[in-house]
């Protein structure tokens, strides 16, 4: 059991069994190998919640939510830290930028996908070779941002 | 920084398990070959950096961004942790 004193969450209390395991870190934070999701199932943006350093985690999403024909070209070997693995077997998470002063103006980091392996849960994050996908793609289309950007500013309004 | 001339074909040993060799060289270009165990990850330095930039924003501004809710296709359900508390 790992207890943890989540800056987003608050204490959570999660299984060993649940947790990611990223064998090289991820790239600026290459010390932490142990990380959790934590979301639900309503909201495309879950969190990739450190399970060493609570006060570390990072919205992410599956890359439906941001571009339906997402095909992500990763080489065999940027693979390799987590070992062979089925294409069934892969889910793909994407690294969102939410800015807080204009979360509707939100950006996905295609280029460099996490590739998690669902049986072994290990995962690592690559780079893309597709020359389309950029570190920073807008995620919501016109009528998504424009209803968001209400409710931010209707929230703010009301406080 | 230590500064080494090698001829295509020829290779440099970085402690006692990572091999790069000189494969090529063509105008500006050098191709380079590396070896390396499975645990070291190789980079184009630029991309690195680009990433490491980007997910350090993202946990940055994550920290007092509000999160909007975006429709969800639940496609990664079965990764999530279950939360006891």
Redesign the interface.
């Known amino acids: 059991?790992i207890q943890l004193n989540s800056?987003?969450?608050?204490?959570?209390?999660?299984?060993e069994s649940?947790?990611?395991t990223f064998?090289?870190g991820?790239?600026?934070?290459e010390e932490r190998h142990a990380w959790?999701?934590?979301?639900d199932?309503?909201?495309?943006?879950?969190?990739m919640q450190s399970a060493e350093d609570g006060?570390?985690?990072?919205?992410v999403?599956?890359p439906?939510?941001v571009k339906a024909d997402y095909n992500a070209q990763i080489p065999r070997?940027?693979l390799?830290?987590i070992?062979e693995m089925s294409e069934d077997d892969a889910?793909i998470?994407i690294?969102?930028?939410?800015?807080?002063d204009k979360?509707?103006e939100?950006t996905a980091?295609l280029?460099?996908p996490i590739v998690?392996s669902?049986s072994s849960?290990l995962a690592?994050?690559a780079?893309a070779l597709n020359e389309e996908y950029g570190?920073?793609c807008p995620?919501?289309d016109d009528g998504?941002r424009e209803k968001?950007r209400e409710?931010?500013l209707a929230?703010e309004k009301a406080r | 920084m230590l500064v080494l001339s090698r001829k295509p074909g020829e290779a440099l040993r970085i402690g006692d398990d990572v091999e790069i060799t000189v494969v090529e060289v063509k105008g500006d270009m050098v191709r380079l070959g590396i070896q390396a165990p499975r645990t070291v990850q190789v980079w184009r330095k630029e991309l690195w950096e680009a990433i490491v930039a980007e997910n350090q924003k993202a946990a940055e501004e994550a920290l007092t961004a509000k999160i909007p809710a975006i429709p969800a296709s639940g496609g990664v359900s079965d990764l999530l942790a279950k939360k006891k508390k």
């Open positions: 059991m800056t987003r969450f608050g204490e959570l209390e999660v299984d649940d947790v990611i064998p090289v991820i790239p600026g934070f959790i999701l934590v979301g199932d309503n909201n495309a943006i879950i969190w006060a570390l985690a990072l919205p999403t599956t439906d939510a070997e940027a390799e830290p070992g889910a998470l690294v969102l930028s939410i800015p807080p979360p509707w939100m980091n280029k460099a998690a669902r849960r690592v994050q780079i570190f920073r995620v919501l998504m968001i409710q931010a929230a």
